[in-house]
């Protein structure tokens, strides 16, 4: 019997150094990403609701939580929505500034029974 390598010949194995290499590269590009990400353009503030309340027919309070890097005045648009989906009242919350985290409370005015209040926007003042 012939041994197969002296027949076939035998194949060559990968490189040492390309196992290393493909790992600097991988971990490269994994650091380039999270340093991408981490400088992403986040703005100065974050609005969200914490809780809501239907009071009755025509009126729903809307807790909002406001938090800020930055010491700015916000103005936060939240609605209020009936089953239906159809916005049933809206007003304007005016968050004054502020160094620290805020709560805010705000009444909405409705023309029918509301089901849930969202905030739409919060820019600032």
Same mark, same amino acid.
């Given at each position: ?6 027949? +076939?010949? %035998?194949?060559?194995?990968?490189? %040492? ?20 990400t981490a400088w992403d353009d986040v703005p100065p503030y974050q609005s969200e609701v914490f809780? +809501? ?13 406001? +938090? ?10 939240? +609605? ?19 160094? %620290?985290?805020? %709560? ?22």
């Amino acid at each position: 019997m012939t041994d197969l390598t002296e027949r +076939y010949g %035998r194949k060559r194995a990968v490189p %040492r150094w390309v196992l290393p290499l493909v790992a600097v590269v991988g971990i490269s590009l994994g650091v380039a990403w999270a340093a991408w990400t981490a400088w992403d353009d986040v703005p100065p503030y974050q609005s969200e609701v914490f809780g +809501y309340e239907v009071q009755g027919e025509d009126l729903t309070t809307i807790t909002i939580n406001v +938090y800020r890097s930055e010491d700015v005045a916000l103005e936060c648009e939240v +609605y209020a929505q009936a089953e239906s989906k159809a916005i049933v009242g809206e007003t304007v919350v005016e968050v004054p500034a502020s160094p %620290r985290n805020t %709560r805010v409370t705000a009444e909405i005015i409705t023309e029918h029974r509301a089901t849930t209040a969202v905030i739409r926007t919060c820019e600032p003042a």
